[in-house]
């Protein structure tokens, strides 16, 4: 493509509004020859409409010129489009193409909005889930759902249009269209959508102009049974600035919260990530779980985590396919430094009675079945690293039992922990949901 061109589109995207730029300037195709640069569009109707628009064709004549002077403007239309002049251009705005149901990790945090994404997409124009709100805190995949369900509409109904904005693109094309006196155009560009996505709605609070239109473009796409999926950091009702009748809108849809993910849910996002081509990093379940036990916050910080492993690899000369702990520790620095934590002597017991599929009265009783033996000595063991309480008064926890009883058992567990894979690695498993509680 001309550099030129290049260069122009960086100015035409701040002086015309995102409705004209996003359809018609954008997919133009450039080539520059002979002191000619000739813009071609996708499609006849494409072509009709810019030359019909002298503000469009004005602006692109401003924003070459400032360029290269000495350039003219040809308009035409692609080869492609020439030979096949009845194929029609159902235009949407781009989408992330990683942003797919295929690509997400579910779990007991997104895996009800999941399915209310994929059920909605399915059936655009007809479900009663609308406006659909995915709220919760950043980082944790909001917009990968909604997108994914951008990707199956479009998948099920080719001719769909698409249209996705993030909500300060969306109140930057009012600002400009109000100079240009095209908030007309505007409007019609959403409202032509069959699938409106908005990243980040909270943020058009205290924006009233951008309110104002909005609304407008709401109620027309919901009275014509188009479909509305938003983003937000928060429930609708507890955006300060709102405008009542937005917030009694957005309330009357679906509104589904995204939690931060579980533990499991972590380390299944790591491993599936670690297989991007980009990434290719060969992580066992052992060495994600150890991430994720120390990186709990949301998704992107679990990327960035990923990231920062890769170049220490790559860097490093280390080979992708033998990435220990010990190479984690060395990579991620203060991110996997050991965190303190209060732990109760309950929280070890229920734990442990969970992972060995047992009660905690069975963990605590005076029985000496072998299976119940070895939890109970596990479960001492772990109040003796990760509770700050004396031998006898975990002792006193677990059936009033005596010092020595209470240092055998932790004795004897570390003993085990040298010879016994499977008992270090139980070890390790369990004090890793301990501290993830």
């Known amino acids: 493509m001309s550099q030129t061109w290049v260069k122009s589109l960086d100015s035409l995207k701040n002086s015309l509004p995102l409705g004209e730029f996003s359809v018609w300037v954008k997919p133009l195709?450039?080539?520059?020859?002979?002191?000619?640069?000739h813009l071609l569009a996708p499609?006849?109707?494409?072509?009709?409409?810019?030359?019909?628009?002298?503000?469009?064709?004005?602006?692109?004549?401003?924003?070459v010129a400032e360029q290269n002077r000495t350039l003219k403007i040809r308009f035409g239309v692609t080869d492609a489009a020439k030979t096949n002049p009845e194929q029609k251009k159902h235009h949407t705005t781009p989408l992330f193409p990683e942003y797919t149901f295929e690509n997400l990790v579910l779990g007991s945090a997104n895996e009800v909005a999941a399915l209310a994404s994929r059920q909605i997409a399915q059936k655009i124009g007809s479900s009663p889930y609308n406006p659909f709100i995915i709220y919760g805190e950043s980082g944790l995949g909001k917009t990968h759902l909604m997108q994914a369900a951008g990707h199956l509409a479009l998948e099920k109904n080719p001719g769909s249009r698409i249209i996705y904005v993030p909500?300060?693109?969306?109140?930057?094309?009012?600002?400009?269209?109000?100079?240009?006196?095209?908030?007309?155009?505007?409007?019609?560009?959403?409202?032509?959508?069959?699938?409106?996505?908005?990243?980040?709605?909270?943020?058009?609070?205290?924006?009233?102009?951008?309110?104002?239109?909005?609304?407008?473009?709401?109620?027309?796409?919901?009275?014509?049974?188009?479909?509305?999926?938003?983003?937000?950091?928060?429930p609708p009702k507890n955006i300060k600035d709102l405008e009542n009748r937005l917030k009694t809108r957005f309330s009357q849809g679906l509104n589904l919260q995204l939690s931060p993910p579980e533990l499991e849910m972590r380390a299944a996002i790591l491993l599936k990530k670690s297989q991007n081509?980009?990434?290719s990093l060969s992580l066992s379940e052992d060495v994600a779980l150890f991430i994720a036990s120390h990186v709990t916050s949301n998704v992107r910080d679990l990327e960035g985590a990923l990231l920062k492993l890769k170049a220490f690899v790559d860097f490093s000369r280390i080979d992708h396919s033998s990435i220990s702990k010990d190479v984690v520790e060395g990579a991620l620095g203060d991110l996997i430094s050991p965190k303190k934590r209060l732990v109760e002597i309950n929280e070890v017991q229920k734990t442990v009675s969970k992972y060995y599929g047992i009660t905690v009265s069975d963990l605590i009783s005076n029985s000496r079945k072998q299976h119940l033996v070895r939890a109970r000595q596990m479960a001492i063991y772990l109040c003796h690293n990760l509770t700050t309480l004396s031998l006898?008064?975990?002792?006193?926890?677990?059936?009033?039992?005596?010092?020595?009883?209470?240092?055998?058992?932790?004795?004897?567990?570390?003993?085990?922990m040298e010879t016994n894979e499977e008992i270090k690695n139980d070890f390790e498993n369990i004090k890793i949901k301990i501290t993830n509680l």
């Open 43 to 63: 499609s006849a109707s494409a072509l009709k409409y810019i030359n019909n628009h002298k503000k469009i064709k004005s602006a692109i004549a401003l924003a």
């Open 29 to 37: 195709g450039a080539i520059e020859k002979n002191s000619t640069l």
């Open 277 to 279: 081509p980009q990434i």
């Open 167 to 234: 909500l300060m693109d969306f109140v930057r094309n009012i600002t400009t269209s109000l100079r240009h006196n095209t908030i007309e155009n505007v409007k019609l560009f959403y409202q032509s959508a069959d699938l409106l996505l908005v990243d980040d709605i909270h943020l058009i609070a205290g924006k009233d102009k951008s309110q104002e239109e909005f609304f407008h473009i709401f109620n027309f796409l919901f009275s014509t049974k188009k479909q509305i999926i938003f983003t937000c950091d928060q």
């Open 392 to 416: 006898s008064k975990i002792g006193q926890n677990f059936g009033n039992r005596d010092h020595s009883t209470v240092l055998y058992s932790c004795e004897r567990v570390k003993e085990l």
